[in-house]
């Protein structure tokens, strides 16, 4: 069963799209299973440095098929624009393929996002703009369009007739927007049907079958487990399962095809967007992480907020996902610090807490309890064996471990695929 699903362990950004290039290698497949164009995963390679929103990051291996599965709410035309970048640089998209039940996100969608976050004022989630939240409400609410329905034009227009109808008194209403034109939307979509239609499969049977003949398999999580709309700190989330649960949703495969669950983890700590992070560094520190580490959006360009590794954090997305290793990434970012903090748990009111709270306020309120650490100072970008790795670099990947519960499978030191340090082989 060597199916390995990579799920991000903090807020998203821990370098998912370098660790699934560097496993893709070995596999014959690679599946992204959630989000949508919210997500930014960045692969550096020979051909340059590339961001994707949609594509699964297997893509620059020839031989791997990727495939978008369902779970994916879709924008076409974020997907196509990648399409069109990736071909112009030489990539092949011959074993591209897209779910034909992924939802679709509509011009609608990316409007009303705007609308409602600036609706929120002050309480702004500080989401994308890319129109995930009112897409994947629109699925939940059995009113979304599917790829599959981009196929039929009668079909496509049948269906958004009452919705466009519906989404228009809304926009007219709560909003005094100008409404939506049919006839324009239909007919940019269908162009994206005949566009997308060469692409479009049952991705589920397709892994299905992969599994059954033995074909190693990838499973890519965009965002993390603190974006989880159900066990992140909601309602500063975003709209669908990054955590493991998505991954089975998102494709059809059975629980019992994955063998190994990976949690990607930052060394430390970023996040974008509102909402809490208790060990966020408002300090020189936090400005200097920043700055070295070039902490900015991959899909927004917003610049991340950064702090300490929160292990609290960790050891949650490690159990919240049955984590069998993690991968840890950026390790080389600390290079340059004398002394590095770990938050172990936190104290609120008085307690001390190991989980991270439900209630988004209190969780507002904790106080991170630090352990120090020493740091190493020195370059371990070109560093291949854990043994070959400063004492203090060896004793804070062993402190996590203990910490998190979980050992470490891949120690990433650069962002390209070669600067990495596998103590584990996955496959
Ligand atoms: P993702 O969304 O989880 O795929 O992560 P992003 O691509 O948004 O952000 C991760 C950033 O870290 C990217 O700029 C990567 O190129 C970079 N990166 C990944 N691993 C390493 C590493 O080990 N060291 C350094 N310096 N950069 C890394
Ligand atoms: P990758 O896959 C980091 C954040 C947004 C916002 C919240 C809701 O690159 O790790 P949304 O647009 O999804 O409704 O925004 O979620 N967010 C991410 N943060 N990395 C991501 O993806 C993210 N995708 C969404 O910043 O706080
Ligand atoms: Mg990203």
Same mark, same amino acid.
Request: net charge neutral; charged share 25%.
């Given at each position: 069963?060597?199916?390995?699903?990579?799920?991000?362990?903090?807020?998203?950004d821990e370098g998912?799209g370098?660790?699934?290039d560097?496993l893709a290698?070995?596999?014959?497949m690679?599946?992204?299973?959630?989000?949508?164009?919210?997500a930014?995963?960045?692969?550096?390679?020979?051909?340059?440095?590339?961001?994707?929103?949609l594509?699964?990051?297997?893509?620059?291996?020839?031989?791997?098929s990727c495939l978008?599965?369902?779970g994916?709410?879709?924008?076409?035309?974020v997907?196509?624009r990648? @399409?069109?970048?990736?071909t112009?640089?030489?990539?092949?998209?011959?074993?591209?393929?897209i779910?034909?039940?992924?939802h679709?996100v509509?011009?609608?969608?990316t409007? @009303?996002?705007?609308?409602?976050?600036?609706?929120?004022g002050?309480?702004?989630?500080?989401?994308?703009l890319?129109?995930?939240?009112?897409?994947?409400?629109d699925?939940?609410?059995?009113?979304?369009?599917r790829?599959c329905?981009?196929?039929?034009?009668?079909?496509? *227009?049948q269906?958004l007739?009452?919705?466009?109808e519906?989404k228009?008194?809304?926009?007219a209403?709560?909003?005094?927007?100008?409404?939506?034109?049919?006839?324009?939307?239909?007919?940019?979509?269908?162009?994206y049907?005949?566009?997308?239609?060469p692409?479009?499969?049952?991705?589920?049977?397709?892994?299905?079958?992969?599994?059954?003949?033995?074909?190693?398999?990838?499973?890519?999580?965009?965002?993390?487990?603190?974006?989880d709309?159900?066990?992140g700190?909601?309602?500063y989330?975003?709209?669908?399962?990054?955590?493991?649960?998505?991954?089975?949703?998102?494709?059809?495969l059975?629980?019992?095809?994955?063998?190994?669950v990976?949690?990607?983890?930052?060394?430390?700590?970023?996040?974008v967007?509102?909402g809490?992070?208790?060990?966020e560094l408002?300090?020189?520190?936090?400005?200097?992480?920043?700055?070295?580490?070039?902490?900015f959006?991959?899909?927004?360009?917003?610049?991340?907020?950064?702090?300490?590794?929160?292990?609290v954090?960790?050891?949650?997305?490690?159990?919240?996902n049955?984590?069998?290793?993690?991968a840890?990434?950026?390790?080389?970012?600390?290079?340059?610090?004398?002394?590095?903090?770990?938050?172990v748990s936190?104290?609120?009111e008085?307690?001390?807490?190991?989980r991270?709270?439900?209630s988004?306020?209190l969780m507002?309120?904790?106080?991170?309890?630090?352990?120090?650490?020493e740091?190493?100072?020195?370059?371990?970008?070109?560093?291949?064996?854990?043994?070959?790795?400063?004492?203090?670099?060896?004793?804070y990947?062993?402190?996590?471990?203990?910490?998190?519960?979980?050992?470490a499978?891949?120690?990433?030191?650069g962002p390209?695929r070669?600067?990495?340090?596998?103590? *584990?082989?996955?496959?």
């Open positions: 069963m060597p199916v390995v699903a990579i799920v991000g362990g903090q807020w998203g998912k370098k660790v699934v560097l290698e070995r596999a014959h690679v599946v992204r299973y959630s989000g949508g164009s919210n930014g995963h960045t692969i550096v390679n020979d051909l340059g440095t590339f961001r994707l929103h594509i699964p990051s297997g893509i620059f291996h020839p031989k791997v978008i599965g369902n994916v709410a879709l924008d076409p035309a997907l196509l990648e @399409i069109e970048e990736l112009g640089c030489g990539v092949k998209m011959g074993r591209l393929y779910s034909d039940r992924a679709l509509m011009p609608y969608h409007l @009303i996002d705007k609308l409602e976050e600036e609706a929120r002050g309480g702004a989630i500080g989401t994308t890319r129109g995930i939240g009112p897409a994947y409400a699925k939940i609410a059995r009113q979304g369009l790829t329905d981009l196929l039929s034009e009668n079909d496509l *227009r269906q007739r009452p919705i466009l519906q228009n008194r809304l926009l209403r709560l909003y005094e927007a100008n409404p939506l034109d049919l006839d324009e939307i239909a007919q940019l979509y269908i162009e049907g005949h566009k997308l239609a692409y479009i499969r049952d991705t589920g049977e397709m892994a299905r079958q992969a599994v059954a003949s033995g074909q190693r398999i990838v499973l890519e999580g965009a965002q993390g487990t603190m974006l709309v159900d066990f700190t909601y309602p989330v975003t709209s669908c399962s990054p955590s493991i649960g998505g991954a089975l949703t998102g494709l059809g059975a629980p019992s095809a994955i063998a190994e990976v949690a990607v983890f930052k060394a430390y700590t970023t996040r967007g509102s809490p992070l208790p060990t408002a300090d020189e520190t936090g400005q200097l992480i920043r700055e070295h580490a070039q902490e959006g991959a899909t927004t360009g917003r610049p991340r907020r950064c702090g300490w590794f929160d292990a954090v960790a050891r949650y997305a490690a159990q919240v049955g984590c069998t290793a993690f840890i990434t950026r390790l080389d970012v600390l290079d340059i610090l004398p002394k590095i903090k770990v938050c936190y104290e609120a008085g307690k001390r807490l190991s991270p709270p439900a988004t306020a507002e309120r904790c106080t991170p309890i630090y352990e120090e650490m740091g190493w100072r020195e370059p371990i970008t070109d560093i291949r064996r854990f043994a070959d790795l400063p004492r203090a670099a060896q004793a990947v062993r402190r996590l471990e203990e910490l998190t519960g979980c050992p499978a891949i120690i990433s030191v390209r070669e600067e990495t340090i596998e103590v *584990r082989p996955l496959f």
